[in-house]
């Protein structure tokens, strides 16, 4: 049974960081996509980062426009982990960050900001960021 948990989330000030971790058990997925959602209350669960899978190119990172040069996704493939950490904390960023893992194997048209690519979710860790 596939499980991904997240851990890391809680309650900064803005400008700080928080690094967010997701565990992934059941099956490996080094060779396949993973990314970050969140949620805010009220608003549609929108899409934050994505890393692909590890291929003889490597890993490729694709991020929100919202989140891009604060928040960088990584992921230790040892540990079937993937990892965001997040700098220069806003208001805005607050909401409950979801991991998503994929069994798609990616192609050049991969849309890895839809959630339609993702088969596993796990079940979030809230962030508030007070100003």
């Known amino acids: 049974q596939v499980q991904l948990v997240e851990s890391g989330g809680g309650l900064v000030q803005a400008g700080a960081s928080l690094r967010l971790s997701c565990a992934a058990s059941g099956r490996t997925f080094s060779t396949y996509p993973m990314g970050w959602f969140r949620q805010a209350p009220g608003k549609e669960r929108e899409f934050v980062a994505a890393?692909?899978?590890?291929?003889?190119?490597?890993?490729?990172?694709y991020y929100a426009d919202s989140v891009k040069d604060r928040f960088t996704i990584s992921r230790d493939h040892t540990k079937n982990t993937v990892y965001l950490q997040m700098n220069s904390l806003k208001p805005e960023d607050t909401a409950v960050y979801y991991c998503?893992?994929?069994?798609?194997?990616?192609?050049?048209?991969?849309?890895?900001?839809?959630?339609?690519?993702?088969?596993?979710w796990g079940q979030g860790t809230q962030v508030t960021v007070s100003s």
């Open positions: 890393i692909t899978g590890l291929n003889w190119r490597g890993s490729r990172s």
């Open positions: 998503a893992a994929s069994l798609t194997q990616p192609g050049s048209d991969t849309n890895y900001s839809s959630r339609d690519i993702y088969d596993y």
